[in-house]
């Protein structure tokens, strides 16, 4: 069974950017809409973009919307989040998943990974 690893989170500071990675072990997830979450401690997980599995829609949380970018490399079984003018509000360990929506929300198929921590210092 396909595998997703999250990479490339790091201690950055407020305005720097930083591209996140998710790679997966084979093309299971090429089929599939793939998504960004994050969790901040003590809160919930929470949705930060998702992209069909052709890559020709996004969408994104208003939160990120401008400053985020999320693509994909089918080729390379890679999904890819670009995030620029960070915030210390955008620190949290990120994960991504293949998605579907129900009832309005983006919802993960696989289970989470490690995900990778994104730390914003002001």
């Known amino acids: 069974q396909d595998q997703l690893v999250e990479s490339g989170g790091g201690l950055v500071q407020a305005g720097d950017s930083l591209r996140l990675s998710c790679a997966a072990s084979g093309d299971t997830f090429n089929n599939y809409a793939m998504g960004w979450f994050r969790q901040a401690p003590g809160k919930e997980r929470e949705f930060v973009a998702t992209i069909t599995w052709n890559g020709d829609s996004t969408h994104y949380a208003d939160s990120v919307k401008g400053r985020f970018t999320i693509s994909r490399d089918n080729a390379k079984y890679t999904v890819f989040l670009q995030m620029n003018s960070l915030k210390a509000e955008d620190t949290a360990v990120y994960y991504c998943?293949?998605?579907?929506?129900?009832?309005?929300?983006?919802?993960?198929?696989?289970?989470w990974g490690q995900g990778t921590q994104v730390t914003v210092s002001t």
């Open positions: 998943a293949a998605v579907y929506k129900a009832d309005g929300r983006w919802v993960n198929f696989n289970s």
